[in-house]
């Protein structure tokens, strides 16, 4: 998987292979399946979703663009002409034009219908690796004149948006258009950088990597990475600066949440979940800070001789912002076999075996459970009669642990 990309009013999830085989997933009774597949036989450098979630923007590496439907049906498309690689696509806040990046440093605009409208060598010709608006991602509500709005950005409707185009280079650029004679530099000092502006359209948040090289004890030298956490403001002005606790990997992905409440950076295997908040903490949180750090769980908070409230406030900052989907491994039998709590739906999937000469004669059977993209074993069963269905189910982790 090269690129995901979410479509929240329409709550699809698009994603895209190294092959370039594009899949739009749909959840129906609790379970995703896909509901189009795209298949153009080459790699797909970009996909972006409008602001308004009806129409998809996709950029291939033979300069190949088209734009499509939600339902997948295809408005128009063309072959750019260009002496380089399209690296990045996006749509503009009122989704009437798109932009394209180049690998030479240039922005390719055209409008809603296709027709080609400027193309601009920016002063750096470094190659573009992604572009941002400082709009909200998505338009959830429609005003009385049918277009959509925003309840939520009220801090973007008081200036006019900035573009930011992101180099390879580790430079990036805040434009008030695509053809910005003075534009404002970032000189971010990180290399493979991730960017997305905050859904007020407030903050920059990048994220981005410096690799290093580390002496160990035995005489070889190791890759590492410094992972950072970069904040700007409007100006360019760096806000925040936190480095990432983890050297093994480089950044690979960043992303704003939970109402700009939170911040998501990947790094190989690892999610890092930042918390938020715009004003200067208060005493009472820090001082929260300072005994969640010394206590390994949160079944020792009730031990703290504290009044009820404060040990209630303190339990708060354990609350999983995403909960782990691993069962607990002491309890994973209990988990395989039991029904889960609420309105909780797991799916199994029944797989047939015919005869194998090594044992018994017979058809068998095997129920699995599916559970992050494997098969669990619960049961297996075994036809004991072809003339009458009768069927012999046990419990395989049983008889092997009798047997074996």
Request: proline share 5%; with cysteine; aromatic share 10%.
């Amino acid at each position: 998987i090269t690129l995901v990309q979410w479509n929240e009013p329409y709550q699809k999830l698009a994603s895209c292979d190294s092959a370039g085989i594009i899949f739009v997933w749909i959840k129906f009774e609790g379970r995703w399946s896909i509901e189009l597949i795209n298949d153009r036989n080459t790699p797909v450098t970009h996909f972006s979703w409008s602001h308004d979630g009806r129409m998809a923007l996709i950029c291939y590496q033979d300069c190949f663009v088209l734009v499509g439907s939600v339902a997948g049906q295809r408005y128009w498309s063309t072959m750019l002409n260009l002496d380089a690689t399209i690296t990045c696509g996006i749509w503009t806040p009122d989704d009437q034009q798109v932009y394209f990046g180049t690998s030479n440093g240039q922005i390719v605009v055209m409008d809603v219908h296709g027709v080609m409208v400027s193309q601009v060598q920016l002063p750096s010709d470094s190659p573009i690796s992604s572009m941002a608006w400082s709009c909200e991602k998505f338009k959830m509500e429609e005003s009385e004149d049918g277009e959509a709005t925003s309840s939520s950005n009220h801090y973007c409707n008081k200036r006019p948006f900035l573009l930011a185009v992101c180099f390879k280079t580790g430079g990036i650029y805040l434009m008030k258009s695509y053809d910005d004679v003075a534009p404002i530099y970032i000189s971010t000092g990180m290399h493979g950088l991730q960017m997305e502006w905050s859904n007020s359209g407030e903050f920059l948040a990048v994220a981005g990597s410096r690799p290093i090289e580390v002496l160990h004890e035995n005489g070889n030298r190791v890759k590492e990475y410094s992972n950072s956490l970069h904040v700007y403001n409007h100006q360019g002005i760096r806000i925040v600066n936190i480095n990432i606790p983890h050297v093994l990997s480089p950044v690979t992905a960043m992303t704003w949440g939970h109402n700009d409440k939170r911040i998501f950076v990947a790094t190989g295997k690892l999610v890092h979940v930042g918390w938020v908040s715009k004003r200067i903490a208060s005493l009472q949180l820090l001082c929260r800070l300072a005994i969640y750090k010394t206590i390994s769980t949160e079944a020792c908070v009730s031990h703290l001789p504290l009044p009820i409230p404060v040990r209630t406030l303190i339990s708060s900052l354990h609350t999983q912002t995403i909960p782990s989907p691993f069962p607990d491994i002491k309890d994973l039998r209990d988990f395989v076999v039991h029904p889960p709590s609420g309105n909780r739906r797991l799916y199994c999937t029944m797989i047939r075996h015919d005869d194998d000469a090594t044992q018994s004669p017979g058809t068998t059977y095997t129920l699995y459970l599916e559970f992050l993209g494997g098969l669990i074993p619960i049961l297996k069963g075994k036809r004991t009669s072809k003339i009458r269905p009768e069927f012999v189910i046990y419990d395989p982790q049983a008889i092997e642990g009798k047997y074996g």
